[in-house]
């Protein structure tokens, strides 16, 4: 059990308020989700990564290394272990074949790593949620686009038994921002919301001082965004995934809701 967080900007931009400053920011959600916490971003040229198999909210190093995240898409994830040592190996987000990726849920490593053909295997740690990731990876390479594959990924997970409480995930490949809601327990903490900003008819006097400074700011900027998180982080209008869709955030940043099972 974890929490999730990502975003698709029109330009790099930094994740200190989501961070640290929000209502419901990262730091604050690491307290109940203490066993590791990671950032991944995209620069418009590269993937970056940093990750650490201790709580944020009491790392000495987080802060100034969360002021280097300057992206044009960021995943991240604050961790809640329940498989897998507390290792940086463990530790969401991964990268792997150009495809960043954190998870959200349980599932059963063993039986999941059935469904992995022998060049999907090279795992770096022991955790249901990486040998997901990798499956993920395998079947949309096969089947040649990321909504086939997961629909794929989904039906073989369902058609093998495989138990899991929650596939929920944020991936990206650098092009497109993906976030799958899958649960099968527990459907009011296996949750996804997206928000769009700035939103359409926001008005700043309902927001917090510190979330009406950030839209101000951003909006001197000219900066636009999508974000998605496990539960909203500000007072704006976020909107929840429904179960069992995929949320696809585009280049320009137009977002589309997908129904996978």
Known sequence: MCRLFGLYANHAVDVMFSFYKAKKSLKKLSEGNPDGWGVAWFDGVKWNLHKEPGPLHASRNA?????RVLGVIVVSHVRRATCGALKPENTHPWLYKGYVFAHNGVLDRGAALNLLSPGYRDLEGDTGSEVLFHLVVQEVEREGGFVEGVRRVIEKIDRGNVYYRSLNFIASDGRKLYALRC????????????????SEGLRLEGLSKETAQLIR?????????????????????????????LLVVGEDLETELIGVG
């Open 63 to 67: 802060e100034e290394s969360v002021k």
């Open 183 to 198: 649960a099968r327990e527990r459907l009011s903490y296996y949750t996804l919301y997206y928000l769009e900003r700035p």
């Open 217 to 245: 700011a951003k909006l001197a900027k000219g900066e636009k965004a999508a974000l998605v998180a496990s539960e909203p982080l500000t007072e704006e209008p976020w909107e929840k995934i429904p179960n069992k869709h």
